[in-house]
Nanobody
């Protein structure tokens, strides 16, 4: 079955950087559409970045220009490079395989335990 394991979170000061990793098994990231979500306390989980099977990427306006999603096909891993972090980026970050349904990108629900990112001001 599909298993996704997120890692790389931590505590960082505003303006700092982190790189999150999402190691996949039971599927090939290069053949799937993958996304990074985040969920802050009291808020809904939101999609912040996606990379589709052809390699094209898309970002939420709140992270555009600061975050970069990529994948390493040999390692079957998806990354999220986060630069110039802000306190409002504090959340648990999850990766998931995405499904395109009815003109919308939806999570498949395969996400793992997530990784906590905390940005101090």
């Amino acid at each position: 079955q599909v298993q996704l394991v997120e890692s790389g979170g931590g505590l960082v000061q505003a303006g700092g950087s982190l790189r999150l990793s999402c190691a996949a098994s039971g599927m090939l990231v290069r053949l799937n559409n993958m996304g990074w979500y985040r969920q802050a306390p009291g808020k809904l989980r939101e999609l912040v970045a996606r990379i589709v099977s052809d390699g094209s990427t898309n970002y939420a306006d709140s992270v555009k220009g600061r975050f970069t999603i990529s994948r390493d096909n040999a390692k079957n891993t998806v990354y999220l490079q986060m630069n110039n972090l802000k306190p409002e980026d504090t959340a648990v970050y999850y990766c998931d395989r995405l499904l395109f349904r009815g003109n919308s990108w939806l999570p498949s629900g395969s996400w793992g335990q997530g990784t906590q990112v905390t940005v101090s001001s």
